[in-house]
């Protein structure tokens, strides 16, 4: 069976549709969309006046392959504000690879939000409270217009986000800073244009901490995008204008999966034999990344650049379940969510199914990753990301279907659970030998502790050739901490501590063989 990747793909959406406002023509704009060289896909950005109201339009196409499997994933979103900026409502339409979501709402003159979500076939609607000064395209691009962008000029803003409404509450805080004027390349044409940065602040589920990306951007004397650079891992997404027909030119063949791996320094010994393993990391990035510690992984500071990460297995403690305590962080983990749907009729029937007769948690959460284990049963890169509804009707995905279908299983039983993204070791990954891929997995608190579920290698599960990357609610926007760490360390040194003799026989641990 293939090695699972993580649901970073999805995050291609994300980071694109979170970048900078800029000015639209009433005429469509198009752009060519690059990752590494390699065209992908196109964007194609409107701007139209209907008597007091102003309509923008983006819409984003892409496609890559991970080994053998294409993956089409596209997204449109329209923002609806007064001729001032005021926002009036919005819709995000988002397809990841033939499972659509739809967020749509209306925004009263008193702030009020009334927020539609149809995802997974079924239809939600919830009474939210528009953030206050949270601008969208319109009102960013007037705010730009009346700032000016030269060098120099600094200011932050806050951009109304529909597809982190759970995540950030709709909010990133995004700080613009103007620039000099550059000859920049569009595809063999030289021009003049005005460069800036924009950074957006995007905070990190469960971690306390706050992710941040920045983005170059080459405008014209209108403020109309002429390039645009992401940063990507250690690639970049470049956004490049164009004509239509350069635009919606067929994308070229990427494999995304080449971009979501870290080499490991030497061959890992059968992990099911294995009680711990430290990390030596070399941090490549100036700035330094975020990976996190928590019950299964230590992470410390050994020099200016470098970390020791050691990652050891928690057994699960005796415990009983549904939780009934006051912590408010695990009561968050126990609560529906848009991609969690816990509360779902069908969700709440399988996790039933799945637990049984079963009394202690640690039991009972070890059945559910059993149980999707073997519920999964077209396991493949066909699909971008679906929620667990999603996956409960489809049967199919890869890592973060199995995360998140787990994590809403455990939460429907009383379970407090939550999705991990980080890497896993593999012998052989597209093509790669002894390298750490890109993947999903849960956690669920258990007497005290949070316990690894990785569905996708039940019965071993979790084991210490899993590193923890970032955490969060099984949102597509949780994974962005997967970004900026991927190609900003490698991997020095191992060092590996096995099981003694006696424990070896019962180890439940990841066992480093392709799953």
Known sequence: MKKRSTGGLFILCV?????????????????????????????????SVLRDRVITTEEMTFTVYRGAQATSMDAKETNIETVDGKPLGFEIIQNTGGTEQK??????????????LIMGGTQQTIQLQYPAGALMAEGLRRLQKAKGLDTGVEFEALAFRPDMLETTGGTITIQIKGGPRREIDLLGRKVEALETTTTMRIPIPFQDQVQEITTTNYCDADLEPLKILVPFGDKTLELIACEKELALRPADIFDFLSMMTVACPTALPPLDGVAAITYELALLAPEGISIPSDDNQTVRKTAENRLLVTVRPVSANTATFPYKGADPNLLDALKPTEYLQSDAPRIINMAKTAVGAATDAGKAARQIEAFVKGYIKTRDFSVGYASALEVAESRQGDCSEHAVLTAAMCRAVGIPARVVSGLIYAENLAGQKNVFGGHAWAEAWVGGVWIGLDATRSPQGYGPGHITLSRGNGNPADFLNLVNVLGGF???????QPLPPAAEKTNSGGNGKKS
């Open 15 to 47: 980071l694109l549709l979170s970048g900078p406002a800029a000015a639209a023509a009433e005429e469509p704009r198009y752009m060519a969309i690059f990752l590494d060289g390699k065209k992908v896909g196109h964007s194609i950005r409107s701007r």
């Open 103 to 116: 967020r749509s709402g209306v925004i009263g003159p008193d702030g009020t939000m009334e927020v539609t």
């Open 490 to 496: 490698r991997i020095d040194k191992v060092t590996v």
